[in-house]
């Protein structure tokens, strides 16, 4: 089984910089902080399977010439031509992973595509959306493979 999960990318309309206190600001990150460790911990459940795990906001944060996500979603799927393609989302980023799911589906329209995250544990109602299969709530490495 083929698996492509992506970390979709930071949403430019995080307003914590323009709350934050002055004596915050500085230790808030503007760039990567570090590894998508959700959708790592998705991977390693399914190690057994063909896995890529493509990190959007890497991409974007390190290299300002990356294309559009349109783009870098329709390349990872026609490379790759996963079975099942998998992304997280908190609510700011929930847009993008509906997007990817969308191009994904718009490719190849039998892929399986699975949302988890913290937004759709919290809020599985608002997660929905046509491009989305399955979503999962809560600690999903072990319903991932189940799904697998």
């Known amino acids: 089984m083929k698996i ?3 970390n979709p990318p930071r949403s430019p309309f995080n307003d914590i910089l323009k709350y934050a206190p002055e004596t915050a600001k500085p230790f ?6 570090g590894p998508p460790l959700g959708l790592m911990t998705i991977a390693a459940a399914v190690k057994d399977h063909d896995v890529i795990l493509f990190d ?4 974007y944060d390190l290299d300002p010439g990356t294309p559009p996500l349109n783009e870098l979603v329709k390349r990872l799927v026609q ?3 996963p079975d099942i393609i998998g992304s997280t989302a908190i609510t700011s980023e929930l847009n993008y992973t509906w997007q990817i799911f969308e191009v994904a589906k718009s490719i190849s329209p039998h892929i399986l595509t699975v949302l988890g995250g913290l ?3 919290l809020l599985p109602y608002d997660s929905g959306h046509s491009s989305i299969d399955v979503i ?3 600690q999903g490495a072990y319903l991932f493979r189940d799904i697998v």
């Not at 959007?56 to 991409?59: D, L, V």
């Open 119 to 121: 937004h759709p544990t």
């Open 4 to 6: 492509l999960l992506v």
């Open 56 to 59: 959007t906001k890497g991409e």
């Open 28 to 33: 808030i990150h503007r760039k990567l902080i």
């Open 79 to 81: 490379e790759h031509q």
């Open 136 to 138: 999962v709530q809560g």
